[in-house]
C-alpha cells in the first residue's frame, strides 16, 4: 500500500517503513548457535533414554510421585519429536521478540501466532525457514498496519445501528468487550488495544502495551455508563455491564482511519468519510500533548494515602522520572523524602491523566497559572468586603490560584479542562466543565446573574475580549467584574456602559510566557 498516514511535522505523508523499528538480524543469527546447541542436548538425552534406562527412570518417578497423576510415562516423556516441536515453538518466540513484527501484527494474526506457539504447530526452526518468515512478516508490517485498521472496523457491532458501513464514523460501538469473568483478554477488547496502537502511530507516539488497555477496561468497567478521554482526546469511551463498549473517535482520527481502509476497499469507503475534516473559525478542540505510555505506567503504580503519593514498583528511567516529576509538579505537587505531598487528595487527579494520557498543555489550553500577587491584586479590587453573602463567579478556573482567595460556598468556577475541573472539585469548589463562552450563553438564557466576577481569560486570538464581554453580560445590577488582561489594553474603555479602572502594569509575571499584563476592573449602575 502506499503512505500509511502519518504525518511528519511540515504536514506531509511519511512512508509506512518510518512506523517500524530496524530488524535486527545479527541478534535473530545469534539464536541459531544457541537452537543447535540446545537441539542437540535434547536429541542426546532422548537416546539415552533406551528401554533400560527408562525403566529406570520409572523408579525416579515412583520415589518422587506427587499428586499430579498426569506426569507422562517415563518411555513418553523423552520422546525427541514433541520435544524438537516444543524447542521449534520457543526459538520461533524469542525471535518473534528481537523484533517489532509481533506488536505490529493485528490481533487475529497474532492470536493465530499464538496459538500455534501454544500447539507447538510452529516450522521447524531452520535458517531457511526462519529467513523467508522473517522477510514476508517484515515486508508486510505496512499490510499489518492495514490488516488491523479492517480488523477493527470488521469488529464493530453489527446489531448497533449507530455503526455507519461505509466506513470509520465518529461514534461507534463494539459488542462482547467483557467476559463475564474478566474485562481485557477477549477478542473484542484486543481490537480495542489495536485501535489505540493505530491511534498512537497516527500521533506519533509509543504504543499502549496490552496491560495498559486492561487497566483502562478495569476502570471504565467500574465506571460505567460515563464517558472517559483517552490518549489525548483522540479517543473516548463509555462501557457498559453487560459487555458494550460505545466509542468515539476524534474526526481527525476518523478520515485517517477510513483512508487506510479506502486502500483496502477502494470503491467501498466514499470520499466524504476519507477527507480531512475543514476547522471552523473560533473553534478550539482539545488535542492534548499525550504522555509517553512508560510514564502512565509509573503513575498508574504510585500509591495514595490522602494527600501524599509514593511510587510503587515500575521501572523508571531519568526521561521518564523528569516527566513524572514535571507531570506531578503542574497538578500541585511538592516533592518530599519520602515520595509527594498535595493541598488535596490527588485520587481522583492521578486517575484522570492515566486514562487521558496527558495533562493539560499551555498552547492548546492557553493555561498559565496566575502568579499569587497578581491573584490577590485582582481578588482586592473586587471592593467586595462588605457586600456579605454575594454570589462570585471564576472563568476559566485553572486549578484555583484566584478561587483560593474566594469563598468555596458563594464561587461558581467555570473550566473547560477536565483535569483543572477534578483538581477544582477535590478542593471543594462548585465546578461547571465547558467553554465559558458556551456556559455564559447559557447562563443568560436562564437569567444566572453573579455579585462579582474575578477572570485570567485566554489570550489568543483575541479571546480575551470576548471572555470579558461575556462575563460582563453576567453582572447583577451593582455587580463588578474584574480581569487580568494584556498591559496593551490598559486605559481602554473596553465595555460600554461600565464605570472602569486599571491597575498598574504587572511585568514579566507568568512563567513560559514574557507578557506583561494589567487588571481591568467594571462596574455595573
Not at 491573584?375 to 468586603?385: E, F, I, N, Q, S
Not at 484566584?402 to 471543594?428: M, N, R, W, Y
Not at 437569567?447 to 453576567?474: I, K
Request: charged fraction near 25%.
Amino acid at each position: 500500500m502506499n503512505a500509511m498516514l502519518k504525518e511528519s511535522h511540515a504536514g506531509e505523508l511519511v512512508e509506512a517503513d518510518e512506523f517500524f523499528a530496524p530488524t535486527p538480524y545479527g541478534l535473530i543469527d545469534g539464536l541459531f548457535g544457541q537452537y543447535h546447541a540446545m537441539r542437540a542436548r535434547v536429541e542426546h538425552l532422548s537416546a539415552l533414554m533406551d528401554d533400560e534406562n527408562g525403566m529406570a527412570l520409572g523408579y525416579f518417578k515412583t520415589g518422587n510421585a506427587n499428586d499430579d497423576h498426569r506426569f507422562p510415562d517415563a518411555s513418553r516423556l523423552f520422546l525427541v519429536g514433541p520435544a524438537l516441536k516444543a524447542l521449534d515453538a520457543d526459538f520461533w518466540q524469542r525471535t518473534l521478540s528481537l523484533t517489532d513484527v509481533y506488536d505490529c501484527m493485528p490481533a487475529k494474526r497474532r492470536e493465530e501466532w499464538n496459538e500455534s506457539i501454544r500447539k507447538l504447530t510452529t516450522p521447524e526452526f531452520t535458517e531457511d525457514n526462519v529467513a523467508a518468515t522473517m522477510e514476508a512478516l517484515m515486508t508486510a508490517r505496512g499490510k499489518f498496519l492495514a490488516e488491523r485498521v479492517d480488523g477493527i472496523f470488521q469488529g464493530l457491532s453489527r446489531t448497533h445501528v449507530t455503526n455507519s458501513p461505509a466506513g470509520f464514523s465518529k461514534r461507534m460501538i463494539i459488542d462482547y468487550v467483557f467476559s463475564y469473568y474478566q474485562s481485557f483478554g477477549t477478542p473484542k477488547a484486543e481490537l480495542i488495544n489495536d485501535l489505540r496502537r493505530v491511534i498512537a502511530k497516527f500521533m506519533g507516539r509509543d504504543e499502549p502495551g496490552r496491560d495498559a488497555s486492561r487497566r483502562m477496561l478495569e476502570t471504565c468497567r467500574a465506571d460505567h455508563g460515563v464517558w472517559h478521554s483517552l490518549d489525548g482526546g483522540a479517543l473516548r469511551i463509555r462501557c457498559y455491564l453487560k459487555g458494550t463498549a460505545h466509542l468515539e473517535v476524534h474526526e481527525d482520527m476518523a478520515w485517517r482511519l477510513n483512508a487506510i481502509l479506502h486502500t483496502l476497499y477502494p470503491r467501498a469507503i466514499p470520499s466524504s468519510f476519507r477527507t480531512q475534516p475543514k476547522k471552523k473559525a473560533k473553534t478550539f478542540t482539545m488535542m492534548g500533548r499525550p504522555l509517553p505510555f512508560a510514564v502512565l505506567k509509573i503513575l498508574d503504580d504510585m500509591r495514595i494515602k490522602g494527600c501524599a503519593a509514593t511510587f510503587g514498583y515500575a521501572q523508571t528511567d531519568q526521561a521518564s522520572g523528569k516527566e513524572v516529576a514535571r507531570v506531578l509538579q503542574s497538578i500541585g505537587g511538592v516533592r518530599t523524602d519520602n515520595g509527594w505531598s498535595f493541598d488535596y487528595d490527588p485520587t481522583d487527579v492521578i486517575r484522570e491523566i492515566r486514562l487521558s494520557g496527558c495533562v493539560p498543555d499551555k498552547v492548546s489550553h492557553q493555561y498559565y497559572p496566575t502568579p499569587e500577587n497578581v491573584a490577590r491584586t485582582a481578588v482586592d479590587m473586587l471592593d467586595a468586603g462588605e457586600l456579605g453573602d454575594c454570589t462570585f463567579l471564576e472563568p476559566s478556573a485553572g486549578q484555583g490560584a484566584i478561587a483560593s482567595l474566594l469563598p468555596p460556598d458563594f464561587t461558581q468556577c467555570v473550566e473547560i479542562s477536565g483535569l483543572h475541573c477534578t483538581i477544582l472539585e477535590a478542593k471543594g469548589y462548585k465546578v461547571a466543565q465547558g467553554d465559558f463562552l458556551e456556559w455564559a450563553e447559557k447562563a443568560r438564557g436562564e437569567s444566572r446573574l453573579f455579585d462579582r466576577v474575578c477572570m485570567n481569560p485566554p489570550y489568543s486570538e483575541g479571546r480575551y475580549l470576548a471572555h470579558l464581554q461575556a462575563a460582563a453580560s453576567l453582572l447583577a445590577p451593582g455587580g463588578r467584574v474584574v480581569c487580568i488582561l494584556p498591559a496593551s489594553q490598559r486605559g481602554k474603555d473596553l465595555i460600554p456602559g461600565l464605570a472602569y479602572e486599571w491597575s498598574e502594569v504587572f511585568a514579566n509575571q507568568f512563567d513560559g510566557t514574557s507578557i506583561d499584563v494589567a487588571i481591568y476592573a467594571g462596574s455595573k449602575a
